[in-house]
């Protein structure tokens, strides 16, 4: 069984510029949810997705937005980075249960992506 | 809304000490509660989970109990290790009324176990 997959594993822009994450979900999970991790913070909760639609957003602008695909891939896009945006990403993937009772979930983890933001 | 609170600082033990890292958290409803790990250069792992009061997580010697009357889910472990040495994060989830369960952190607890 294929674990959650982030690609890359590091990256660095300059202020203003626009940035692509990818995630793999592990295998068999529909639902996948991103995480940005500022350095000495605990993860905060950017936005969900299932089954290719937004299914709920943390408090974070419009510039962060996000895909997934018909394989439950998903990617994390962010516009006009700031400085502020340097942190950890991490993808996480679960199933939701029957009858769409989330909270016993488990989300498992990606590596993270490491965005420097110059 | 919801939150979660963990001790402040980070922990520094001697390996076969006695660890205890508090977590208290406010939510509405009924809240699942987790503990992860993070070890240096690494993602998020699940380390144990409660899903309703009472219930004791337990995984690797470390345990914890989801008391909701005191609104606490602190992490114990009796006799720590080198290998033990990482970032702990207190976390829960809560449906309310949702139709997602995005986990709410606390802000981590670096441990430090000595030989």
């Known amino acids: 069984e294929t674990g959650v997959t982030q690609s890359p594993t590091h990256l660095i822009k300059t202020r203003g510029q626009q940035v692509t994450l990818r995630c793999s979900s592990q295998?068999?999970?529909?639902?996948v949810s991103w995480y940005q991790q500022a350095l000495g913070q605990g993860p905060q909760f950017i936005f969900q997705y299932y089954r290719e639609e937004e299914n709920g957003r943390g408090n974070f602008p419009p510039r962060f937005s996000g895909l997934q695909f018909p394989n439950y891939s998903s990617e994390l896009n962010v516009n006009a980075l700031e400085l502020d945006d340097s942190a950890l990403y991490l993808c996480a993937s679960s199933l939701p249960l029957a009858g769409g009772i989330w909270s016993y979930n488990e989300q498992f983890f990606g590596p993270g992506t490491r965005l420097t933001v110059l | 809304g919801d939150s979660v609170t963990q001790m402040e600082g980070p922990v520094t033990l001697s390996e076969e000490a006695f660890l205890t890292i508090n977590c208290t958290y406010t939510?509405?409803?009924?809240?699942?509660l987790f503990w992860y790990v993070q070890y240096p250069g690494e993602g998020l792992q699940l380390l144990l989970k409660a899903t309703k009061a009472d219930d004791k997580g337990s995984n690797k010697g470390f345990e914890a109990t989801y008391r909701k009357e005191t609104t606490s889910f602190h992490l114990e472990k009796g006799s720590v290790q080198v290998s033990d040495s990482a970032v702990y994060f207190c976390?829960?989830?809560?449906?309310?009324?949702?139709?997602?369960?995005?986990?709410?952190f606390g802000q981590g607890t670096i441990l430090t176990v000595h030989p």
């Open positions: 295998s068999g999970h529909n639902t």
């Open positions: 939510a509405t409803g009924y809240p699942s």
């Open positions: 976390a829960l989830t809560n449906a309310g009324g949702t139709s997602y369960g995005k986990l709410t």
